[in-house]
């Protein structure tokens, strides 16, 4: 097997079973065997289990931030000097979640659930990896949902976000068995694409509605 895919086929294992198991029950002997490859493989490509669980963030992230982030250039150059509206921000953030995944139901889901796991899981190191990574350009998204929301302040923002964060990884963490729910129980037949598009206005209309306190 050449280099680069034993890379891709131990990154492929990892993030199949960090999302199964979550990170401290998936021990690298796990990965290595799905992987069909040995311990010394891991250690070549990626020198620890903490960089292996960085990598497979990575491996998602680093393309979405970048297309994000020239999304976010072009909605701020049409916005002006006008509002921006939470709920043209959140379609903005699905479409390029949904790119990002390739438009794969199951590979948008396995990224919600690592997601809320690195919520979930004390995973300090990945946290910082994160934040030092693909902190720009959040915090660049997280200005223009401050313009948007100018009536709340900083603590109600800041519940409302982890609460719409909650909602969406729950959502599509699960949207394969959601939608076939759906198709049993209603006779409808969706794809993501339909899910995100009852979840954006129900973000939307939770994330400003008035605050009770």
Not at 101 to 115: A, D, E, Q, S, T
Not at 137 to 149: E, G, I, K, Q
Not at 166 to 194: K, Q
């Amino acid at each position: 097997m050449a280099q680069k895919d034993t890379a891709k086929s131990i990154l492929n294992a990892a993030e199949e079973l960090f999302s199964e198991r979550g990170f401290a029950e998936t021990s690298l002997r796990n990965i290595t065997s799905k992987a069909s490859v040995n311990l010394a493989a891991v250690n070549y490509h990626f020198g620890s289990k903490k960089e292996l669980i960085q990598a497979v963030f990575a491996r998602f992230l680093t393309p979405f931030c970048a297309d994000l982030d020239g999304s976010l250039e072009e909605f701020e150059a049409r916005l002006g000097d006008q509002t921006p509206q939470l709920a043209d921000l959140l379609r903005l953030l699905a479409e390029n979640s949904l790119a990002a995944g390739k438009g794969n139901p199951r590979r948008v889901g396995i990224f919600m659930r690592l997601l809320g796991l690195a919520y979930s899981q004390e995973q300090g190191h990945l946290r910082k990896f994160l934040r030092k990574e693909y902190g720009a350009v959040f915090a660049r998204f997280m200005s223009l949902v401050t313009a948007a929301s100018p009536e709340l302040d900083d603590q109600e923002r800041f519940w409302r976000i982890h609460f719409m964060l909650g909602a969406t990884v729950f959502t599509l963490s699960g949207v394969e068995s959601l939608t076939a729910m759906a198709e049993h129980d209603l006779g409808v037949s969706t794809g993501i694409e339909g899910v995100i598009d009852r979840l954006v206005p129900f973000l939307s209309s939770g994330f400003q509605a008035p605050h009770q306190g």
